[in-house]
């Protein structure tokens, strides 16, 4: 079946660090593949996506690039900030079976914690 | 602020009471979902609805029953729950196949 694999961390870094948050993924087809993030006591918001091979998503100095050819969908932002700090998770989605809509496959989550 | 409103926010109940979750969208969105999310763990997909139909049950316990009375209203019942239950329980909303899920802040259940 599919799955998403994501380093779990904790990450910690300082402000104004580069951040690589790596994820690889395993499914059949063509899955699209999103980053969400999540904030203590909060649902999960919406970071990027990317629908196919070489898309780029990018949203508030995070990207990530859809590749193929190594199945991968890593994160990176330039420079953190210590409000980054938060659980980041990876995630496909592919269609269903059944030809409706389809369900999220997550990866465990990285633990974010960026120190002033 | 999130446009998936779900309540209560918190709900505590004993394994013997009948309660329901509510999960409200108004983006035209024709895909709902419920989640499960236990602590430092990533969400589990429990029920998918796609256009008020009941499309995907993870072999989710009879014990929770999802319901979804029109396409910006889902509903899940929850009756005779086990303290491992307890959880944070996510709903979310899509336009459908391939498109990104928006979710909302979760209802935080507690079984005595």
């Known amino acids: 079946g599919d799955s998403v694999t994501q380093m779990e961390g904790p990450v910690t870094l300082s402000e104004e660090a580069f951040l690589t948050i790596n994820c690889t993924y395993t499914a059949t087809g063509y899955p699209s593949l999103f980053w969400y993030v999540q904030y203590p006591g909060e649902g999960l918001q919406l970071l990027l996506k990317a629908t196919k091979a070489d898309d780029k998503g990018s949203n508030k100095g995070f990207e990530a690039t859809y590749r193929k050819e190594t199945t991968s969908f890593h994160l990176e932002k330039g420079s953190v900030q210590v409000s980054d700090s938060a659980v980041y998770f990876c995630?496909?989605?592919?269609?269903?079976?059944?030809?409706?809509?389809?369900?999220?496959?997550f990866g465990k989550g990285t633990h974010l914690i960026i120190q002033p | 602020d999130t446009e998936v409103t779900q309540t209560p926010k918190h709900l505590v109940m004993g394994m013997t009471n009948k309660k329901s979750l509510k999960c409200e969208q108004h983006m035209g969105h024709r895909a709902m979902y419920w989640y499960k999310q236990k602590a430092k763990k990533p969400p589990e997909l429990m029920f998918v609805?796609?256009?008020?139909?009941?499309?995907i049950n993870e072999s989710v316990p009879s014990r929770f029953s999802p319901e979804c009375p029109n396409s910006s209203l889902l509903n899940l019942h929850l009756h005779a729950l086990q303290p491992e239950d307890s959880a944070l329980y996510l709903c979310a909303s899509s336009q459908g196949m391939g498109q990104p899920q928006h979710f909302g802040d979760g209802t935080r259940l507690s079984i005595l």
């Open positions: 995630a496909l989605t592919r269609p269903h079976s059944g030809g409706g809509a389809d369900g999220l496959t």
């Open positions: 609805y796609s256009y008020e139909k009941l499309s």
